[in-house]
């Protein structure tokens, strides 16, 4: 059984800087593509972002591109996403997410990811 705890998440002013974390508990962290999603209240979840299993590939959503960036840290099991240049519209509860080895990948669909953590908040002020 995969658990993702992240962490990170606060009240930030806009134009300010925060930075996700998002810890895997199995023991095959590598085995498994990593994304970031979220959440807005009364708004569908959205893709923010994903990492290939190696880290050597990444994606974005057009909202993220140039702003955030993922990475992994496969010896210490983590995911980050780090967001700069924040706005008021990135206020959402922040998730991150599993792909299984061998699933399609890249994918912005969350019914692709297996595994879910709780959830973030990330509030910005304007």
């Known amino acids: 059984q995969v658990q993702l705890v992240e962490s990170g998440g606060g009240l930030v002013q806009a134009g300010g800087s925060l930075r996700l974390s998002c810890a895997h508990s199995g023991r095959t962290f590598s085995e498994y593509a990593m994304g970031w999603f979220r959440q807005a209240p009364g708004k569908e979840r959205e893709f923010v972002a994903t990492v290939s299993w190696i880290g050597s590939s990444v994606y974005y959503a057009d909202s993220a591109k140039g702003r955030f960036t993922i990475s992994r840290d496969n010896a210490k099991k983590t995911v980050y996403l780090q967001m700069n240049s924040l706005k008021p519209e990135d206020t959402s509860v922040y998730y991150c997410?599993?792909?299984?080895?061998?699933?399609?990948?890249?994918?912005?669909?969350?019914?692709?990811?297996?595994?879910w953590g709780q959830g973030t908040q990330v509030t910005v002020s304007s």
């Open positions: 997410a599993a792909v299984p080895w061998g699933s399609r990948w890249p994918t912005n669909r969350d019914q692709e990811y297996r595994y």
